[in-house]
């Protein structure tokens, strides 16, 4: 029977102090911009997920004769050059921005967690061979290497998730590295090793879950820039392939008629700022949250 | 004493600051003059009325004549050679150039020119009989290259060529060819080269071009721009304008707006979406009928596609009216026939294949037609063209309406040529801007040998026939006959799905005075300045 416990036993009701993940959620929610993230985030999920009964046409169906028509009652965000339904290709894009944003961060978040954990629990030789690696890729810009990566391997939305992830990799590595290089020497990693726990088991049980919070808010603000740099590709036409919807890719191909029909251009350029706004508020408001010395 | 100090110091600093500026004014204007004394030994070039600027969708794929074969190498090339004949300003009328006159013979075989004396290239080489025979022959077998895409045009029946004395050359005819003269003043394959520079490069003058014309090649920075400066030794009266620099600039909506910013003084491949803006911004629009055609082929050597049920029935659930009119809106025609309207042997009795969705679901089925089409398209715009993508993605949408499944694959136009040549393709667009108003120069595509001419890589011995009968035949109405005939019998065949004739649309700042834009989709900067 461990001491607290027989302390406990002892004085009958010791008061339990609140949890940590308790703390935190209550410092997110006094913090508006958070929450304002936090909605639009819900909501665009909601959208991502129930979409298809929320579009009023089949966001891929193109109809000539009524091209280019302004907003109205018939098409809210009224019809591109093809003729289709802007408000339903910007729900539409929703679910791909939202899932290559999510994919591309959690690829990149593996990868780059598994490779930051061994070079700074490694170091030595491991350590700078996979940093350098690391900086090499840091070292050109990402929407360049993503460009290169998707000039590999051909386009399509799965290329761009690989591709995003791959750039963005680097980043993650650097911070895990960087929590796990301070935490290693500590003692209870000592303990855990003495006691004769794998590698493996240290990293990933004991050191991993203690470096978590600077991990989370880095993917949060990482799916923001996913997004974006989704959008990128699409405006540069490596996006998805014709005829599917995609944000960056409805901004590119509007751009010719910027004088002509701005609204074509309006619409998804609003979605792609808000999503990315979202992503941000809530990431900056996680990071205060887990900053025990920012909460008040 | 601190307010007296205060006082003083002020106005102290306050000039400081505008030596300060003006310092920095004076580096950036040093600066700006470096960069032009580097960028073409035109010192004087930016300045004034020194310099015209053309803005162009696209990058030349080079500047030997013989080499080439699309609109923004060509646009350039006549300004720096000239052929034995030229068009007139506004049309395709014939005129001497650098000969001065011609006899045919009874039988139509043979061709004699006088030639221009005393015109030299811009290298200093003399301009006679031998150069004209140099430059045929390099485009005859056994000299004639697989890369040289007019050659086979251009010279078709040549026999051979035969210096008569220095400043008279005979051309032999192998039959009689009525397009033969109007060949000779195309712009590509029969401008005359510097024999001297040909031989100087190994026979490919594409990076290093000496010819007779108004314009001496400078440079050329890739993905940038070339920059031509004046012959003042020309044979004619100079040109007005010092130097000329074609920009590339890919994006339509870029174009525009370097137009609007004074960054270029003209420019083409404007489509109808930019025309208000254009016109908005002060500048003028140059808006005549285009002799082109902006058209869709099925690759015939391709199964299902070689089937003429099976590209029927697809070209039958294709709108092309609808998307003519949506598409282009007021700046191009929609194409009945492969010949625009004010050219012989256009018809208004040719029927294409009409849309019809509901026939084109049944006779797929019919034809057993289940696989999804590869279809590749260009991302540049295009004269004949400009909505290069969309136009790909209509008819995937048209197509997808009647069950069809499409895979687009677009690329830039330099690597779509090549892809085209390479011919991994089930559909492929395309587009033509007449050389010479002959019709032969139309339809003569569907019978050519080379890949890069004939996308539809068709092999048809009897639309051959028809063709050769037309190039025997005297001009007149019995020819123009035979022309339509031919027409009527390739939209039976189904192979190209015309969509369009582009109107030629190019736009200029008002500055510029003697503006004009050949028919042949060329611009010569000779008489233009600003």
Known sequence: ????????????????????????????????????GMVIIGFLIFIALFGKWLMPYDPNYADLSVNKQPPSVAHWFGTDEQGRDIFSRV??????????????????????????????YKGGKIDTFIMRLMDIMMSIPNILLAITFMAALGRGIDKAVIAIGLVTTPEYARIVRGSIMAI??????????????????IIFKHILPNVLSPIIVRATLGISTAVLETAALGFLGLGVQPPYAEWGDMLGRARVFIFEAPYMLIFPGIAITLTVMAFNLLGDGLRDAFDPKARS | MKKKLALVVAPLLALTMLVGCGGNKATTQKGDSTNQAQSADTATAQTGSDVLVFGQGSEPRGLDPAFVDDGESSKVIVNIYEGLLAYAKDSTELEPCLAESWEVSEDGLSYTFKLREGVKFHDGTDFNAEAVKINIDRQLPPLRQEDMPYASFVFADVKDVEVVDTYSVKINLTKKNTA???????????????????????GNVNESPVGTGPYKFVEWNPSEDIVLTRNDEYWREPAKTKNIVFKFIPDNS?????????????????????????????NKLYNVAGMNINYMAYNTTRAPFDNVAVRTALTKAINVPELVKALYGDYAELATSILPSFMPGFSEEIKQIAYDAEAAKSELAAAGFNQPIKMIVYNNPRPYNARNKALAESIQSYWSKVGVEVVIEDYDWTTYKDKVIAGDYDVCF???IGDNGDPDNFLNLLCDQNAAMNVARLNDETLKEMITEGTSTEKGPERDALYTKAEQYIAELGVWVPI??????????????????????????REMYK
């Open chain 1, 1 to 36: 029977m461990s001491e607290a416990q027989m302390n406990e036993n002892k004085q009958g009701k010791l008061e339990k102090p609140e949890s940590e993940i308790k703390q935190m959620w209550s410092a997110l929610i006094q913090n508006k911009a958070a929450v304002v």
């Open chain 2, 254 to 282: 870029a174009r525009i707006v370097a137009l609007k910013n004074g960054d270029v003084d003209m420019i083409d491949g404007i489509d109808s979406t930019g025309v208000a803006q254009i016109e908005a911004d002060g």
């Open chain 2, 500 to 525: 369009s004739h582009a109107n030629s649309l190019s736009a200029y700042s008002p500055a510029v005075q003697n503006y004009s834009y050949h028919p042949t989709g060329n611009i010569f900067f």
């Open chain 1, 91 to 120: 729900i539409d894009g929703t679910r791909v921005s939202l899932v290559v944003g999510l994919t591309a961060v959690s690829f990149a978040l593996c990868i780059g967690t598994v490779l930051g954990a061994i070079a700074g």
């Open chain 2, 430 to 432: 395309y587009g033509w």
């Open chain 2, 180 to 202: 033969f003269l109007a060949n000779l003043a195309m712009s590509l394959a029969a401008p005359i080269v510097s024999p001297a520079a040909l031989e100087a490069s190994g």
């Open chain 1, 184 to 201: 290693k020497d500590s003692e209870y990693v000592q303990a855990a090793k003495v006691i004769g726990n794998s590698d493996t088991k």
